[in-house]
């Protein structure tokens, strides 16, 4: 489904039914290269089953015979909502060329208020529940700060209050990755030919970005040294690990722009939830909701310490839950029954 917020296009997908009340809206928000399609089975436009299928539908975690769940792909994404690959005029006559380079630079803060637009016309006035992880958890942070008497419940997985020094530094070799392919042409690329566009570029930045969202020990455990099946290393081959991180690659050069990829990654730059509002403390002192962080043992994007600063910072009005995995921050993702356990706990508080 879409909606049109003046000039900007929304791609949103729902599951459940909503309330005579409407008092049953749960938001479920996205991370960097996820997208709308959070439950739901392979379909044209996603090569594979919703990101959070495991925990979305009846008598799941998530359930829907209870909850009206709504998921929207971001403002700056590639798939239905505006981002840089979009029209960056519909009228007649007008320009029509992709945004391309010309996209603006924009903050959590705007995919918020783009969310907010969403909800108004959809007429919910609060949210039973706003959820998200990693980038969906800066997204929820700020909905609960910029909006606090329509967020009810907040559960805010692998995230933390602001942007790393690492976390940039990490998004500043990844862009550089795709700026550097011939074929980004400076980001206007969009052509007749959907392979001339710079697919070498994001599948390095890719690689670059997915060895932050596993942890040492669990590629040692998996990997370990071992060569790719049927080749040998020693004579040109690789090693299983190189050939992991090739399909991760690949993947995503399937079904992602790079564009959004760099105006999503640097949007996670400026996520500071403290920045004109006198800090983090004075931010955070705003929030309504009953909330709960989520920690992954094993995150080295987002590591635990970050979570605890956001506990110290809310002042005891938060639950912090952690999970316990070898999959480091991508656990928000793989392990559903212990996410879905918290999640569902969440849900059922108060």
């Not at 994007?301 to 999959?327: C, I, K």
């Amino acid at each position: 489904m879409g909606a049109s917020i003046g000039p900007i296009t929304v791609a949103y997908e729902t599951w459940g039914k909503r309330s005579a009340s409407g008092d049953n809206a749960v938001l479920v928000l996205h991370a960097l290269t996820g997208d709308s399609h959070a439950a739901g089975p392979v379909e044209p436009g996603h090569l594979a089953p919703g990101w959070w299928d495991a925990l979305i539908g009846p008598g799941k975690a998530i359930d829907t015979d209870r909850w009206w769940v709504v998921c929207p792909n971001t403002l700056g994404g590639c798939q239905g909502t505006t981002g840089p690959a979009s029209p960056s005029s519909a009228g007649p006559g007008e320009n029509s060329a992709p945004w391309g380079s010309r996209f603006p630079r924009i903050t959590v803060r705007d995919q918020v208020a783009v969310e907010r637009a969403l909800a108004e016309t959809l007429g919910i006035d609060r949210w039973a529940a706003v959820i998200g992880g990693s980038m969906g958890g800066m997204r929820a942070l700020e909905w609960a700060v910029m909006y606090p008497a329509m967020v009810e419940r907040l559960v805010v997985l692998a995230c933390g209050a602001a942007a790393s020094a690492e976390q940039i530094a990490l998004c500043a070799a990844q862009a550089h990755a795709i700026r550097l392919d011939p074929r980004f042409r400076g980001g206007d690329y969009y052509g007749a030919d959907p392979g001339d566009g710079p697919h070498v570029g994001l599948g390095l930045a890719r690689r670059i970005g997915h060895l932050s969202y596993r942890s040492e020990t669990e590629l040692e455990a998996r990997f370990g040294r071992q060569p790719q099946l049927g080749e040998d290393p020693l004579t040109g081959g690789r090693y299983a690990i190189e050939s992991y991180l090739d399909h991760q690659a690949d993947k995503l050069v399937r079904r992602f722009d790079a564009n959004s990829y760099l105006v999503l990654s640097r949007t996670m730059d400026h996520h500071d939830i403290g920045r004109g509002r006198g800090g983090l403390a004075a931010a955070l002192d705003r929030v309504q909701a009953t909330s709960t962080i989520v920690t992954i043992d094993s995150d080295r994007l987002y590591p635990p310490r970050l979570q605890e600063e956001l506990m110290a910072l809310l002042g005891g009005r938060a639950h912090r839950h952690v999970v316990t995995s070898p999959f480091g921050h991508d656990a928000f993702l793989l392990e559903a029954t212990q996410v879905g356990r918290v999640i569902s706990g969440a849900l059922n508080a108060g």
